[in-house]
């Protein structure tokens, strides 16, 4: 107890103490007598059947009267009460989130409507300016009048807003008044206090949550205090007997194991033994009579009530957690006691949070793209669904809250159980556990396929994904994956002869598209081994056929994410009865894997540890052995890489989504951050640099938004058979195009918003690390840059995709476009010129070195057009439809210039690589020793001769 118990033990003052069967209410009145049966004493009310209440409450029934906050695990109410009966309104269900918002009176529910996510910060922040008034913290950064004026802005619209913010007003003003030192949660003596006669005395405590060395230390006190009154002490498990003289007996007892979230002092065995008025003068009568052992009672009374505190504390600040999960950024949790009481932090500066709010309807980026690009029809059946889905990713929703806590509580490995057994069971939050059952509920892969928007559905579901991933602790990555199993199973599962596998693969797909959570599978992509990751050609894993038609599954995976899916796509060669395969890629055949057998085993799988990641710490990935583990040929042997490669497809396209998704929120965060902090004499928004920065930061933004956008409009028109053949080769270009700069974009922009926010952005909490650790995976995951702009090559060399693709770009730039911004259009087609010079001379020279080197210059060359030549499209148009724009047409110009003008479109040089420039590059990057020809700073000894030890 400590320090704990130095803050908040004092003596207590009768006079203005009420005491019930399981609380302690003080009198914010001293003025009042106690005697008065109307009196209403402010306090804390913590009963047994799991519901605290914070308010008003009359002496004279031990009813609730007045105002209050009342939460017992299911349920927060904010209202008022006259007999016990609620009047006013607020009750929020949860864990499931918020669902109701309903009006009473006398008790009844009178209306009920759909709750608005404002109502749940509302309550949020009223609950923790009571509990930072009742709890002393560390970080009391709402005062009484913002927590009312920003709580309820339409308060004067609703009468019972305004009937419950009159009511709360009174009741915050009077708790603000108090100090910690009068602020006591205790109990009653457990069955209560009967008085026998003035000479005799039967006391029982029953106390609750008591560790061994709480018991133990309580009952060395109880003896020191009792041993000059009587002997004879007994102990028990559960309790403390004394016998003292005068046949006055006292029983200490600790009560039967409860579940952690309760903090109850057990009621009286029976309403007829207790009395509320005759307890109370009791304990004044114990001070007046000066008795010793009375005295001494009353020492241990208080002893015990030091530790009632302490669990009644906690209590709260566990309830303050619970309500921080639902709505953390409204909802500061109470995680941290203050123990200096001359603390005067409310004294000093507090700087105000960034907000965050709809994350579609403030993102005028997409808005705008959606009104050029979507059909009138299309849009307005949409537009519903993505405002509410907006909302529900943010602070007033339950995604955001699932996946805070996710990232808390990173998963765990547990190899062994407790007698010796292997069990390799992940724990994961149950967080990242909601996050599946809403990904259902949202539809968010059955969208995808569904179609219930034509061509136009994949985009619709991207969008969603493009607001989910930052909130949603990455969860994207496993949706990615099941999302491209699907798009396989839906191009390859016809094919397939086995009737058996057939079957199989039918339920796998039923379960991937179910909108059921209770039915809701993930899969995930096992493809990355030891021997190498986008090189899967040294795959080691083998497939031997059983006689059922079946393969057994033998080798390691070195990096298996969304290791809890419940099944896997994954690469093998297939092996002969003598063990012989075909190697490299063309031996590669697409397995579909179960992750558990039908009892709920693990299907053969030995998982050897989590990976500990730089970042996406919700997200479990594991080093995982396959020893026989039952799986189902997808297609024809040895297609692998071919059948495989709808699933790349479709997880580069997510993992752009969620690159310009992390960087978009990184933005909304610094952005918001701007219009509230000042330095030198004024707001961030008001000073020049600081805006140019953060214009800077929404072009890079909208270039990439408005490109990843495109390629899912060509991905949707291709699912549905309307895509070109034009179209299928472009999309084929541009999405490892999207796919590396995105990734690079996301960085950049991350970085740069944590700056913004100074050394605060830096500070873990602040949630721009994880934003920023996030989308750095996005330049590894489905292929470095590089390989991705090796990948770019293969569509130009094999298809002539750049020809298309320059078409394309003319089409796009008309001789009537451009008007708005003079020299753009030249300057994109005078780019589109270089990058087509550059890639003739490179592929007529048929040098691998030629041709690769500056792939990537290349690869950023193309991505930079394209996205330019977007931008001024859409700057035109904005310009033209300003009357029905979301954006300022002259923002737009501004994303313009920015591509078009400000910096160079094609960055590939002039002149090719040759082979001496290709030596010279070799020298510089591996430090080559002119003399000897070594490599300094690799190999296994250093230039002396000594070896180099393992880093």
Known sequence: MGGLVTTVLTEI????????????????????????????????????????????????????????????????????????????????????????????????????????SAQMAWCSKILKSIATRVVPVDFQDLSLKEVLDSCLPSAAEDSASLATYNILSKALTEASKLKISEIFLAGSLGKGTRVKDE??????????????????????????????????????????????????????????????????????????????????ALQVDFVKKQHP???????????????????????????AQTVSQLAPTAFCACSKMSTNPSSRLADYFQQEEPRLGNQFTEDTGLLSYLRRVVPGSTLAQVEQDLTRFGQRVTSGGDILAYGRQAES?????????????????????????????????????????????????????????????????????????????????????????DAATRQKLQSVWDHLMSRDPKKFW?????????????????????????????????????????????????????????????AGSAGLSVFYMDMRKEDGTLNNIIIHRLKNKFGTKALPTAELELVGSKAYLVGAPGTGVKVISSILNITRIHNAISM????????????????????????????????????????????????????????????????????????????????????????QIASESMESLGGTGYMEDSDLPRILRDVQVGAIWEGTTN??????????????ALPVFIEHIKCMLPPSIGQILPGARENILGACDKVAAYASKAFKTGSKAAIET?????????????IAATALVHAEWASKNAHSSPSDPAAEVLVARYWCLRQPICVVPDSVIGESDLKAIQALAMDRDPRTGHFRGSGDVDAQGKPRARY
């Open 13 to 116: 003052g009768h006079a203005s103490l009420t005491v019930s069967p399981f609380s302690l209410f003080f009198r914010v009145d001293d003025a009042r007598a106690v005697a008065n049966s109307r009196v209403k004493d402010f306090g804390v009310l913590v009963s047994p059947g799991n519901t605290v209440y914070i308010g008003e409450l009359s002496a004279r029934d031990h009813k609730k009267h007045g105002i209050g906050v009342e939460y017992d695990r299911q349920a927060l109410f904010i209202g008022s009460w006259q007999d016990n009966k609620r009047h006013g309104f607020g009750q929020l269900q949860w864990p499931q989130g918020v669902s109701t918002f309903r009006d009473y009176h006398s008790g009844q529910l009178t209306s009920e409507q759909p709750n608005p």
């Open 409 to 497: 509580y990173p998963p765990k490995l547990i190899n062994y159980n407790a007698f010796g057994r292997r069990v390799d069971k992940i724990e994961v939050a149950d967080g990242w556990n909601k996050l599946q059952d809403v990904s259902a509920e949202e539809g968010l892969i059955a969208l995808g396929y569904e179609r219930p928007y034509g061509e136009w559905s994949r985009l619709i579901q991207m969008i969603k994904f493009y607001m989910f991933t930052t909130s949603a602790a990455i969860f994207d990555c496993p949706l990615a994956m099941t999302d491209g199993a699907v798009r396989l199973l839906e191009l390859n599962m016809g094919a397939v002869k």
């Open 854 to 866: 500056n792939a990537r210059l290349f690869a950023y060359s193309l991505t930079r057009i394209y």
């Open 522 to 582: 993930t899969t995930g992509q096992w493809m990355t081994e030891r021997t190498g990751g986008s090189d899967v050609g040294g795959t080691e894993t083998k497939a031997k056929k059983n006689p059922d038609g079946t393969y057994s599954l033998t080798g390691f995976k070195f990096f298996t994410s969304a290791t809890t899916s419940d099944g896997t796509f994954l690469l093998a060669r297939i092996v002969d009865d003598s063990g012989n395969s075909i």
């Open 199 to 280: 000479s005799e005395l039967e006391i029982v405590v029953v106390l609750n949550e008591f560790d061994a060395k709480n018991y133990g230390e309580y009952c060395k006190f109880a003896e020191e205090c009792l041993a000059s009154h009587g002997s004879d002490f007994r102990r028990t498990p559960s309790s403390l007997q004394f016998f003292a003289k005068d046949d006055l007996e006292v029983e200490i007892r600790f009560g039967p194991a409860l579940t952690k979230e309760q903090l109850i002092i057990l009621p009286p065995s029976s309403p007829e033994d207790f009395s509320f008025h005759s307890r109370l």
């Open 787 to 800: 390989v991705l702009s090796l990948d770019t090559l293969r569509p130009i060399m094999k298809e002539n």
């Open 660 to 747: 310009v998704g992390g960087a978009r929120r990184a933005v909304a965060i610094a952005r918001d951050y701007a219009s509230r902090r000042k330095v030198f004499g004024n707001k961030l928004c008001d000073q020049p640099l600081h805006l140019a920065t953060l214009a800077d930061m929404e072009c890079e933004l909208r270039g990439a938004l408005y490109l990843t956008l495109d390629v899912c409009v060509l991905q949707g028109l291709v699912e549905v058979h309307k895509a070109t053949e034009k179209q299928n080769v472009l999309v084929r270009l541009l999405t490892p195009l999207c796919k590396l700069y995105t990734a690079k974009q996301g960085i």
């Open 293 to 319: 052992l009375c005295l001494d009672l009353i020492r241990l009374i208080k002893f015990w009530r030091r530790t009632v505190v302490f669990l009644a504390l906690r209590r709260l600040i566990s309830l």
